[in-house]
């Protein structure tokens, strides 16, 4: 695989994105179980898994890490008003 840490950085910010336009209807558990099952998958997909399981840990710092970028980028881009003239 040419780019192994793609995934859990794309799945991150696709999870962040998501959560931030249903955070007021979804229980916050169901994003950290998403965290979790975005950086198995990420693990399992690299195959790092045959090495240590140990790799799991830094997915999961990944993928919560671009989760939570895209949570506030998305929140800050969405309160921006357009500057008028």
């Known amino acids: 695989m040419?780019?192994?840490?793609?995934l859990p950085v794309t799945g991150g910010l696709i999870l962040g994105s998501i959560a931030r336009y249903t955070y007021n209807?979804?229980?916050r558990w169901s994003y950290v179980i998403g965290i979790l099952i975005?950086?198995?998958c990420a693990t399992i997909s690299s195959g790092e898994f045959r090495q240590s399981w140990g790799f799991l840990l830094g997915d999961i710092v990944i993928v919560s890490l671009s989760a939570s970028s895209a949570f506030l980028l998305v929140g800050h881009a969405s309160r921006r008003k357009p500057h008028r003239d």
């Open 25 to 27: 209807r979804t229980h």
């Open 38 to 40: 975005i950086a198995l």
């Open 2 to 6: 040419i780019y192994p840490e793609a």
